[in-house]
């Protein structure tokens, strides 16, 4: 199976940065994107920043020029620079892979995953 394990996450006062990052552990072949979500207390979960195997990057238009998605793809991880945070960023953040090809040990699959998620906090 394939997990993805974040960590980077917790308090910061408005003004500050975080940086979140997650690793996707497994027999990987191939991830073609790979980024973050986050969900608010009684809100939806919704898109934060995505990049691509190529490089490709979409942010929400919330986080554009303060947020920065980053990617080793030989180590199967994605970063999340988050700058000049907001009480609004508060959420749950949960790393995301999706396109993930990999060995079950029987045979191979594609499929998308989620971290567990982690807790990003901004104080006023």
């Known amino acids: 199976q394939v997990q993805l394990v974040e960590s980077g996450g917790g308090l910061v006062q408005a003004g500050g940065s975080l940086r979140l990052s997650c690793a996707a552990s497994g027999s990987i072949f191939s991830i073609n994107v790979m980024g973050w979500y986050r969900q608010a207390p009684g809100k939806q979960r919704e898109l934060v920043a995505t990049?691509?195997?190529?490089?490709?990057?979409n942010y929400a238009d919330s986080v554009k020029g303060r947020f920065t998605v980053s990617r080793v793809n030989a180590k199967n991880a994605v970063y999340l620079q988050m700058n000049s945070l907001k009480p609004e960023d508060t959420a749950v953040y949960y790393c995301?892979?999706?396109?993930?090809?990999?060995?079950?040990?029987?045979?191979?699959?594609?499929?998308?995953?989620w971290g567990q998620g982690t807790q990003v906090t901004v104080s006023s």
């Open positions: 990049v691509t195997s190529g490089g490709s990057l």
């Open positions: 995301a892979a999706d396109g993930v090809r990999y060995y079950t040990g029987s045979y191979t699959r594609l499929d998308a995953f």
